[in-house]
């Protein structure tokens, strides 16, 4: 069996929601860019890196995604945790991180990446 024909006999793989998705878009272009040591696993997903970051490209220009949603997409995700909302300090934070992952899993599901 060839490499090609091995890529194409593993199903590729929903996310279960929007955090699984941002988490795996950031741990993955991190992996991909050299800057955390590790590897892609064998698990297809159902998209590439490259729409994710044309997907959130997209919905920022559209307005849907503010520049404070980003900031906190970005801190929270590299942290690889959601902000917590009875943690004081991060109380706003995870408002703003609650209602970009619901606009985020609207526009994943509208696309079928999302179960």
């Known amino acids: 069996m ?43 997903r159902i998209c590439e890196l490259l729409d994710v970051e044309t997907l959130v490209t997209k919905l920022y220009l559209s307005g849907r995604l503010t520049d404070a949603q980003l900031s ?17 300090a991060e109380n706003k934070k995870a408002e703003l991180w609650r209602t970009a992952m619901s606009v985020l899993n609207a526009a994943a599901t509208a696309r079928g990446w999302i179960e």
Request: charged share 20%.
């Open 2 to 44: 060839t490499q090609q024909t091995m890529q194409t006999t593993i199903p590729a793989e929903k996310f279960q929601n929007a955090e699984q998705l941002w988490f795996w878009f950031l741990y993955a272009r991190s992996v991909r860019n050299g800057f955390v040591r590790g590897h892609m696993t064998s698990q297809r």
């Open 72 to 88: 906190v997409m970005k801190e929270f995700g590299d942290r690889r945790r959601a902000p917590h909302q009875h943690i004081w």
